[in-house]
């Protein structure tokens, strides 16, 4: 049997900025703002101190009171929290990208930001529609702004100082080197669907020899069909260390030195997958040449296109 570790408390140290990134995240994609507050609120309690926002989410003001009320409560200091938050695609330019961070701080009640990330690469007209579409309902993408033009724009928001670190979400191997290249401020974080179905593993070691950390988006499968936690070879390592299958997915990310993302609005749910312990070598192995299912459950790398349509199971 597994016992107890230290797994749930690793750091990943940033390649600039301050500090470190908590390995053990919460992610706060949740429509209700009233359950968003009410799951912060339960993931700090629990031991997350690594909250992921983003300005599309339309709930940073409710993750800002939970983050005021832990303040307030004593049992949070902002120097124990990590929180990353996302430029939304209509903020592409320029000139747009820093009142963008500036609305994000003021709803989150936030002086500084851990992270800031560029949400997809894909820019979006301009303007207060997150989602704007022609009369046919395509997205009606913004070609007058290069990824490149934004990121230079986030690194200024470094120098500035308000902003730790900055990075990029939904991106593919070839615009990351693109970006890489370009950049006077490396990415600190590259946030990705990432789970044992879909391990991007030439991404990582890219990220790796860059000093990049991988953020997992996903690391449960997102509860989707195929269904990662009733995969056979998931099974058999919980059944064998007695840990349940979230707690192996999630304990094989951290292991394989990335970050993960994961939402609950269950606190029963939040306290199992923040009780993470280290799996023994041979079962890392097992989900690394066992396991043959290839699913993405997300295409938002491909379109840009908002939204976590659920598949049917
Ligand atoms: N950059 C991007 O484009 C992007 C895209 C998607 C997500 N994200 C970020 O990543 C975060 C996590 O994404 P995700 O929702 O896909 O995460 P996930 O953890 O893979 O999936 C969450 C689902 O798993 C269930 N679940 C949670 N804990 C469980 C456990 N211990 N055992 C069994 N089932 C469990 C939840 O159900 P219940 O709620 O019913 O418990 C929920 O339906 C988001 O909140 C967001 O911050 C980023």
């Known amino acids: 049997m597994t016992t107890s570790d230290q797994l749930r ?34 993931a700090l309690d629990v031991g997350f101190r690594h909250l992921d926002c983003a300005e599309r989410y339309r709930n940073e003001a409710a993750v800002g009171d939970a983050i005021q009320r832990a303040f307030q409560a004593g049992t949070l200091r902002r120097e124990e929290l990590f929180v990353t938050t996302k430029l939304w695609n209509t903020n592409h330019r320029p000139e747009r990208v820093k009142p963008a961070f500036a609305g994000s701080c003021r709803r989150l009640q936030l ?10 690469p894909f820019a979006f007209r301009p303007g207060d529609e997150q989602d704007p579409r022609d009369a046919q309902g395509q997205v009606i993408y913004d070609s007058g702004v290069t990824l490149v033009e934004t990121w230079h724009a986030m690194e200024r928001l ?8 900055i990075g990029l979400s939904d991106i593919t191997l070839p615009r990351l080197r693109e970006i890489v290249t370009a950049a006077r401020i490396k990415p600190a974080v590259v946030q990705v669907e990432s789970h044992p179905f879909l391990p991007e593993w030439e991404l990582l070691d890219f990220c790796r020899q860059h000093g990049i950390v991988v953020q997992a988006f996903a690391a449960l499968g997102h509860a989707m069909a195929p269904k990662l936690l009733e ?20 304990a094989w990310a951290v292991q394989r030195g990335t970050a993960f993302l994961t939402t609950s609005t269950r606190r029963q749910r939040l306290e199992e997958s923040f009780d993470i312990s280290s799996l023994p070598e041979d079962a890392m192995q097992a989900i690394r040449d ?20 659920a598949r049917a199971s």
């Open 9 to 42: 408390y690793t750091k990943i140290e940033l390649n600039h900025g301050s500090g470190a990134l908590p390995a053990v995240g919460f992610g706060t994609l949740i429509p209700d703002p009233g359950a968003t507050g009410r799951a912060t609120g339960d």
């Open 111 to 120: 002086d500084d930001v851990d992270c800031y990330l560029i949400h997809t």
């Open 158 to 165: 470094v120098d500035d100082g308000h902003c730790r670190s």
């Open 231 to 250: 995969d056979p070879v998931i099974l058999d390592i919980a059944a064998r260390v007695q840990r349940t299958p979230a707690q192996v997915a999630l």
């Open 290 to 309: 066992c396991i043959r299912t290839r699913v993405r459950y997300n295409t938002v790398v491909e379109t840009g296109v908002p939204g976590f349509i």
